[in-house]
């Protein structure tokens, strides 16, 4: 698991979705991550907001088994924020790069 928070891309490096919104992309605040993009429709619908603080883990859908996945489990509070950072450790963004 680890905490990130959201701010919306805006580079030509990534493409919008099917209805023409762009990628979130996460900034790693503790623990480890394999990845943080997330799906512009979906965190619209979600109502998240930029700049919250969300806590995260990664999955593979078995359908999609090269495509690492980011789900968001719930917002952090303020309170909560700290003793997570603690438990959670420095962040880092653990990305495979092919050989």
């Given at each position: 698991m680890f905490l990130a928070k959201f701010q919306q891309v805006n580079s030509d490096k990534f493409s919008a979705d099917?209805?023409?919104?762009?990628?979130?992309?996460?900034?790693?605040?503790?623990?480890?991550?394999?990845?943080?993009?997330?799906?512009?429709?979906?965190?619209?619908?979600?109502?998240?907001?930029t700049n919250k603080v969300y806590l995260c883990?990664?999955?593979?859908?078995s359908e999609y088994p090269d495509n690492v996945q980011t789900r968001i489990i719930s917002?952090?509070?303020l309170l909560e924020l700290q003793p997570l950072m603690t438990q959670l450790g420095t962040g880092s963004l653990e990305v495979d790069t092919p050989e």
């Open positions: 099917k209805n023409n919104n762009m990628p979130f992309i996460g900034e790693i605040l503790a623990g480890k991550a394999t990845g943080s993009i997330y799906n512009g429709t979906m965190f619209q619908r979600e109502n998240l907001q883990d990664n999955h593979v859908d917002e952090v509070s």
